[in-house]
């Protein structure tokens, strides 16, 4: 008898889950699964954005460090290939792209914004103390192809023009989001006079804050 009641629990353990044990589980997987992807999917696109900026903000950068080394004029160019823009470090002035340049695509989802498709940029000309009357901004490549270090590292002025192919003093500004899908935010890559470098982060309908 007490080997049958063994062979019987023996058999109930075998047995594994009950279809109502087994859709019950299934049930919490979906309601988990659920909640989570809106949260990676938006993890995703912000993961994005900030390496598009970032990658951008790099460009500038290179094309500053190398008009101080080769003390020379060096531009950072910008123009449309296919359905996006290609952004270059143009270390031999040549105006186009060579394969050995420092370069990189804005593509897919992501895009290069005018100043109308992106968030009030007021606070970002306050805080640098601009203000309406301050410097103009240039914001490409809606009102240029390029922005120019000299051989100190700062954009290029007006009275340089000689020796640097400028635009008068100013802020230059690339802007980058989705134009289909304003809810996964912007990112504002500003070059100061300076030839410093700035990353601002705006979602739609906030002011815009620094990250960088």
């Not at 080997?3 to 629990?9: F, L, M, N, Y």
């Not at 988990?32 to 992807?37: D, E, N, R, S």
């Not at 100013?170 to 504002?188: C, H, M, Q, V």
Request: hydrophobic share 40%.
């Amino acid at each position: 008898m007490e080997q049958s009641v063994k062979s019987i629990r023996v058999l109930r353990r075998q047995r594994g889950f009950s279809l109502a044990e087994l859709l019950l589980s299934l049930a919490v997987l979906l309601v988990i699964t659920t909640l989570a992807v809106p949260v990676v999917v938006r993890s995703l696109k912000s993961y994005q954005l900030n390496s598009a900026a970032s990658q951008l903000s790099g460009i500038l950068k290179l094309a500053k460090f190398e008009a101080i080394r080769q003390n020379l004029p060096v531009g950072c160019q910008v123009r449309a290939q296919g359905a996006g823009w290609l952004v270059w470090v143009d270390l031999n002035g040549s105006g186009n792209v060579d394969p050995a340049e420092p370069q990189m695509l804005v593509t897919g989802s992501l895009t290069l914004l005018s100043a109308g498709s992106v968030p009030d940029t007021s606070n970002i000309a306050n805080s640098l103390g601009q203000g309406s009357s301050g410097v103009p901004w240039t914001v490409l490549p809606s009102g240029g192809t390029s922005q120019w270090y000299d051989h100190r590292g700062v954009l290029c002025f007006q009275s340089e023009a000689a020796a640097c192919p400028a635009t008068p003093t100013t802020i230059y500004a690339f802007y980058i989001g989705n134009p289909n899908d304003p809810s996964s935010g912007y990112r504002a890559i500003i070059t100061l006079p300076s030839g410093a470098v700035q990353v601002w982060s705006a979602s739609t309908g906030t002011t815009w804050t620094r990250v960088s």
